[in-house]
Nanobody, 119 residues
Framework: QVQVVESGGGLVQPGGSLRLSCTFSGSITRINAMGWYRQAPGKTRELVAGMTSNGNTNYADSVKGRFTISRDNTENTVYLQMNSLKPEDTAVYYC?????????????WGQGTQVTVSS
């Protein structure tokens, strides 16, 4: 059994910053890639940032230079530091991880956290 807890969303003014965190716990053997996705109203879910187990990262073009993904492998936690936020960043943000647990290999998702950028 794997539990996923996301936190850090909220309301912020344009130009502001937020830091999201997501922790995976339970009978986890290994975590491979971790990432963040977002879904705005009326739009499909899109990849925001991803990070492999050896530290390679990739970002959506719309967030490059503003967002930074990081992970703490000792705590099974992934972070998303979001700076210079824009109204178009408003969405529900979801974390995920490709991991191996007692039930075998699968992808787990967080419950989602709302990020609203508005003045």
């Amino acid at each position: 059994q794997v539990q996923v807890v996301e936190s850090g969303g909220g309301l912020v003014q344009p130009g502001g910053s937020l830091r999201l965190s997501c922790t995976f716990s339970g009978s986890i053997t290994r975590i491979n890639a971790m990432g963040w996705y977002r879904q705005a109203p009326g739009k499909t879910r899109e990849l925001v940032a991803g990070m492999t187990s050896n530290g390679n990262t990739n970002y959506a073009d719309s967030v490059k230079g503003r967002f930074t993904i990081s992970r703490d492998n000792t705590e099974n936690t992934v972070y998303l530091q979001m700076n210079s936020l824009k109204p178009e960043d408003t969405a529900v943000y979801y974390c995920n991880a490709n991991l191996v647990a007692s039930a075998g290999w699968r992808i787990y998702w967080g419950q989602g956290t709302q990020v609203t950028v508005s003045s």
